[in-house]
């Protein structure tokens, strides 16, 4: 695997220092991507699509005044606590934030965060947003396997259920039910789906798929996005609002399975597509190709996503799925120009320019790192640690004036005392070091 990655890195480093020309997109073909859906043929479920659970909060507070229940279907159940000493500045953001406040504060990756994403349930409860919640938890156990002791001790250990509340858990009919946080609780096994009379937000998030995925041979995943798909849409349920979390923009999730949410987010808005004969063509391809990627056929699922992008030029997903192809085929330069326009149409697969150049930069390319950072910083404006990297880098090259340009915007950032406490001092360090590099003479003591 060593051997492949250096072969693969020094094809990037070849194909990121030419101009190639973007192959010409493919000719459209029939309406191959899920149709709008007519006013009969809509779903209740007007699913609402962000990249971060955190994300999802001004949406949710949208229907605070029904005082509603939250379903959330989520292999994390988002409940690590907030901090002491953030929790007002968490419970103000919740109650006035914009989705730019959550953007700039909702996420790890930030100079100053507030709201981490696996804490998005805790924060929704301390702010008052609902008044039940019900868990809906991926378990690859029956529900007749449920334990209720394990359950406790798992709840406790992570830090979501004090241990008063854990020790009055009960196990009844696949659902754990008690008390959390003052709030009326129910975790529930996926295949015990709960009856919900009362006013609902529903949000759902990828790891729900990772909690029940094996393989294309074992779980093939369009068959746990039809199960879920049905199941939600026979549920009775009438969402006040309905919200989908890719997870994926900051390594959460992978990448390729983005697809998931995007194709549920389509049936849910359009439940015809359930129907085998309505699947748009490009989704069946792809599934060819997952299951021939499981077979070890790499050549077969190349053919099969080149051919799904060819019927689909404006599905993202197609794109992305040829990209990898291209990729692992050692096919740098089609790589690249797929995953521009995979890009173009969806910024959330923007991720992989910032795990390429991980891969250039471990295999000491730096040039090719600096070239992937700038393309990803437009996608990742409130991440300060692209603008970090591309700094040092600069430095290393010579570049004084460029790095100390940006340390001095970075210097001037917010950043958190909770979270951030050594990044002022270690940007001050940095600027120095640009100001004032190592004379001649001291380099040559240094060595």
């Not at 991720?351 to 471990?362: E, G, I, P, S, V």
């Amino acid at each position: 695997m060593r051997i492949l990655c250096l072969v693969i890195i020094s094809l990037l480093f070849t194909a990121c220092q030419k101009q190639e020309e973007q192959p010409p997109a493919p000719t459209p073909a029939a309406q191959l991507q899920p149709a709008e859906p007519t006013a009969a043929e809509q779903g209740v479920f007007q699913p609402r699509r962000v990249e971060l659970a955190s994300s999802a909060l001004p949406i949710w507070r949208e229907a605070q005044e029904s005082k509603p229940a939250l379903v959330l279907m989520s292999f994390d159940p988002f409940l690590k606590p907030v901090p002491a000493e953030l929790k007002q500045r968490a419970i103000d953001l919740v109650a006035q934030g914009s989705a730019d406040d959550f953007a700039r504060h909702g996420s790890y990756f930030r100079a100053d965060p507030v709201i981490l994403p696996n804490q998005t349930l805790s924060a929704a409860i301390d702010a008052g947003l609902f008044s039940k919640i019900y868990w809906i938890f991926p378990a690859k156990n029956t529900p007749e396997q449920l334990d209720v002791v394990t359950f406790r001790e798992q709840m406790t250990e992570a830090g979501f259920f004090s241990a008063e509340e854990a020790a009055a858990l009960t196990l009844k009919d696949a659902a754990f039910s008690g008390v959390l946080r003052g709030l009326p609780f129910q975790a529930v096994h996926y295949l015990a789906f709960p009856e919900v009379n009362e006013p609902l937000v529903l949000h759902i998030d990828l790891s729900f798929f990772r909690g029940l995925y094996d393989n294309e041979i074992k779980t093939p995943l369009y068959d746990l996005i039809h199960q879920a798909a049905s199941t939600l849409t026979q549920s009775g349920w009438k969402p006040l609002v309905t919200t989908l979390s890719y997870s994926t923009l900051e390594g959460e999730i992978a990448l390729e399975t983005r697809f998931v949410l995007s194709n549920l987010a389509d049936i849910l808005a359009n439940p015809s597509l359930l129907a085998a004969e309505a699947m748009p063509p490009a989704w069946g391809l792809r599934a060819e190709g997952l299951y021939a990627a499981d077979m070890f056929t790499d050549s077969k699922k190349l053919e099969l996503f080149h051919k799904a992008a060819v019927l689909a030029p404006d599905d993202p997903t197609a794109l992305y799925d040829l990209f990898q192809a291209h990729f692992m085929a050692k096919e740098i330069d089609q790589a690249l120009a797929t995953l521009d326009r995979a890009v173009a149409l969806d910024p959330g697969y923007a991720a992989t320019y910032l795990a390429l150049a991980d891969m250039a930069l471990t295999d000491n390319n730096p040039s090719v790192t600096f070239d992937l950072l700038n393309k990803a910083k437009p996608f990742f404006p409130y991440n300060p640690f692209v603008d970090l990297q591309r700094a040092d880098l600069l430095l290393q090259k010579g570049d004084r004036n460029g790095a100390i340009e940006l340390l001095e915007t970075l210097k001037s950032a917010e950043w958190s005392s909770f979270y951030r406490s050594e990044m002022p001092g270690e940007i001050d360090d940095m600027l120095e070091a640009a100001k004032n590099p190592p004379t001649t003479d001291e380099k040559a003591d240094v060595q």
